[in-house]
């Protein structure tokens, strides 16, 4: 009885020769398409021909001599998965702030729990005990990107052949409890905190008025806003297209990248005092961001929301913060009767259901848009 056939993506000893002045390493592998195939490599010494084989067998398409399978532990596997999700960012494919947010939630709540876990043991019953037991003692919020984390680094497990199927997919699923009605900005409210802040020297200081209007008459994100720079700006036809964002990414400082997904990128109208806002900061600062740092470079997001914290602590309104600001902008627009798939397009959202389940507190073509906000700012000016 012949011996059996290596697995489909595997290969066999490799083997090495010295040929005249040269070393050979050669192997059998066994392809995808399952068809067995003898490659080789030649070098000046031994192990320099063992490496060049060993390379070419790990970018041989179809072929892996990765130490992920079926024993190996979790924690290898979000290591490398965490790699991927760090390419992912690299080609723009994936937000910075989404791939440290897994990081974080790896090594502080998963990691601890099932990371010395083998592949195989990585049950159903386990996986669905620790989320359960996370819901219990850390929340829904926590533990629904617990649950996240640990479909990506299973399905990289799968994809790599390690299992057959991602148990995640029958894990306990995890509801949010009683949801809060998302907290906007009445226009009695918006006229108190501008009154606020504009009497505020420490505010006008950094900037935090025009931050203030600027989002919420457009209802973009910090990011995206902090991002923006003259040339994004069209006075000519009156709007600015959105389609960078600013974010922190450790080792690397401040980034200017694209933002997350298509329906981000956007040409958003701007508002009679929006546009009297760019032409008087054009003329301030020239070139370059259209909300600068002190140096005339991108402002750091964090930073600038600390900035805003802060004014609303001294002015007495501590609920104030830059998603409140978009979900005025959406709740002014909806109150006009503005269509929802308009009010989703404003504020960059791929899916209508994200505006209404999140950022609508019930139910504004573009320049139904512009209207209403043109009718907020002057109802929040008198």
Known sequence: MGRPPLPAGSHGNIRTKKIGTTWVAATYVRDGDGRRREIRREAKSKSAAGLKLQAALENRAGFSTSAIDRNAKLELVATAWL???????????????????????????????????????????????????????????????????????????????????????????????????????????????????????????????????WMLSTGVRMGECLAIRFEDVNLLEREVTISHGITRVKGRGLLRGPVKTRSSVRTIGLTDSLVTMVEERLVLYGEGPLFPNTKGGHRDPSNTSRCIREARERAGIDWVTSHVFRKTVATVMDQANVTTRVVSDQLGHSRISMTQDVYMARRAPASEALRALEDAERGSND
């Open 83 to 213: 790699e991927h999700c760090a390419r992912q960012v690299e080609a723009g494919d994936m937000a910075p702030n989404t791939a440290r947010l897994y990081t974080s939630i790896w090594n502080s709540h998963v990691k601890e729990a099932v990371g010395q876990l083998r592949v195989h043991e990585a049950t159903v019953p386990r996986l669905d005990a620790f989320i359960v037991s996370m819901r219990t003692h850390q929340g829904p919020a926590l533990t629904k990107t617990a649950r996240t984390v640990l479909n990506g680094i299973l399905g990289y497990a799968v994809r790599h052949g390690a299992m057959t199927a991602n148990p995640m997919r029958e894990v306990s699923r995890i509801s949010g409890g009683t949801k809060r009605e998302p907290r906007a900005m009445t226009a009695k409210e918006r006229r108190e905190w501008l009154f606020a802040i504009d009497r505020d020297e420490k505010a006008i200081d950094e900037d935090v008025p025009d931050l203030t209007r």
